[in-house]
């Protein structure tokens, strides 16, 4: 039993044979045989398990930054509602009061408090600015860079010329990984 071929051998195969049997488990032989997934399946998969979570990150981070620059703005506002309810309450203050002094009618505000007012508008207007940019720098995607994309279609050209045999596109992978690699480092080198 299972010592001669069940079917008529065919030339172009070799077997190799080794000191050493190697066993598997049948539970290991009927998974393998009954998986349909092949590396390029598996691969698919994966990029786009990775392309979700990417998306859904992107997202929270948009989320996060829309509600920051939001309660920025609702501060600007309620500053700016304050100032104007202090500046109508001393208004009617004044016309209901007939017993002011001309002195206190010419009083101007002190540049202290000008100054106080200014640089905090201003810090909220730079807040807002900054969330503004981090923001629109996040939703800007980059090309690649000329080498990395001229290898990567040196590839794809190379795998359709070599159908079923992918092998034969070896010395254009290493140099896809190695512009991929140049390009890591430099982002790397940039973020540090």
Known sequence: MGAGASKPGDASKQVFMS???IQFSQEVIDSLQASSETNSTRAKSLELHI??????????????????????????TSSDEKETSQKSERQSGLLELPSIKPQDLLKRESE??????????????????????????????????KEVSNARDEVVSCLRLN???????????????????????QFVGKVL
């Not at 640089?119 to 730079?126: F, G, I, L, M």
């Not at 159908?163 to 034969?168: E, G, M, T, Y």
């Open 19 to 21: 000191e050493n049997p």
């Open 51 to 76: 392309q979700q979570r990417v998306a859904a990150e992107l997202e929270r981070l948009t989320k996060e930054n829309s509600s920051l620059l939001e309660q920025a703005r609702q501060k600007a």
């Open 112 to 145: 202290e408090e000008k100054a106080k007012k200014n640089a905090s508008s201003k810090k909220v207007q730079e807040e807002i600015e900054k969330l503004q940019k981090a923001l629109g720098e996040r939703k800007v995607l980059k090309d690649l860079p």
């Open 163 to 185: 159908d079923r045999q992918a092998l034969n596109c070896w010395k254009e992978v290493e140099v896809f990984k190695r512009e991929v690699r140049k390009m890591e480092e």
